[in-house]
T-cell receptor, first 113, second 114 residues
Framework: SQTIHQWPATLVQPVGSPLSLECTVE??????LYWYRQAAGRGLQLLFY??????ISSEVPQNLSASRPQDRQFILSSKKLLLSDSGFYLC????????????FGNGTRLTVT | QKEVEQNSGPLSVPEGAIASLNCTYS??????FFWYRQYSGKSPELIMS????GDKEDGRFTAQLNKASQYVSLLIRDSQPSDSATYLC??????????????FGGGTRLMVKP
């Protein structure tokens, strides 16, 4: 199984509150994992990717951080949410093989009020 | 900067027709090409991967790749209303293990009218 679990599915948070989104994956060990954000009506924006435990690369400097405490766990966090953090957050894993596509979880829809 | 361009649409086709979705890319070194379908409010779902020039068929879907002209297309035969979605094109080098090596287009919204 290559299942990707994301939770929660929806989240409404006030400005200034903290955030923690969790993604866990099943299947092959040491997967490449990704966090994307999709703002309303916009394209996919790569936020972070990880090629292993404790290895995080950030693509866009912003109010968010990521961690990978376990091989199959990828966490997206924020200490203080901004209105602009609203969006659809997607966790993805790369399939087996260096030229394989990404597979996405079901996503978390975050609304910051 | 690597770019992947798609017409945002909407592309409107009648039920039963062939829908043709196009994607152009700027990086000549690209070797891996993917098409995703994204229904409104849902996450993207992989529908096709193509790595070699020519056509690749999977059911009603055909992906076409022309590396010399730097375009990849997706044909949907016998379009159904359930095909109405946004289709994302993604392009990468032959092997990639860094997230910034995979580039997504902005997507084309397809509407299939009964």
């Amino acid at each position: 199984s290559q299942t990707i679990h994301q939770w929660p599915a929806t989240l409404v948070q006030p400005v200034g509150s903290p955030l923690s989104l969790e993604c866990t994956v099943e299947g092959t060990s040491n997967p490449n994992l990704y966090w994307y954000r999709q703002a309303a009506g916009r394209g996919l924006q790569l936020l972070f990717y990880s090629v292993g435990i404790g290895q995080i690369s950030s693509e866009v400097p912003q109010n968010l951080s990521a961690s990978r405490p376990q091989d199959r766990q990828f966490i997206l966090s924020s200490k203080k949410l901004l209105l602009s953090d609203s969006g659809f957050y997607l966790c993805a894993r790369q399939g087996t093989g260096g030229n394989s596509p990404l597979h996405f979880g079901n996503g978390t829809r975050l609304t910051v009020t | 900067q690597k770019e992947v361009e798609q017409n945002s649409g909407p592309l409107s086709v009648p039920e039963g027709a062939i829908a043709s979705l196009n994607c152009t890319y700027s990086d000549r070194g690209s070797q891996s090409f993917f098409w995703y379908r994204q229904y409104s409010g849902k996450s993207p779902e992989l529908i096709m991967s193509i790595y070699s020039n020519g056509d690749k068929e999977d059911g009603r879907f055909t992906a076409q790749l022309n590396k010399a002209s730097q375009y990849v297309s997706l044909l949907i035969r016998d379009s159904q209303p359930s095909d109405s979605a946004t289709y994302l094109c993604a392009v990468a080098p032959g092997f990639y293990n860094a997230g910034n090596m995979l580039t997504f287009g902005g997507g084309t919204r397809l509407m299939v009218k009964p």
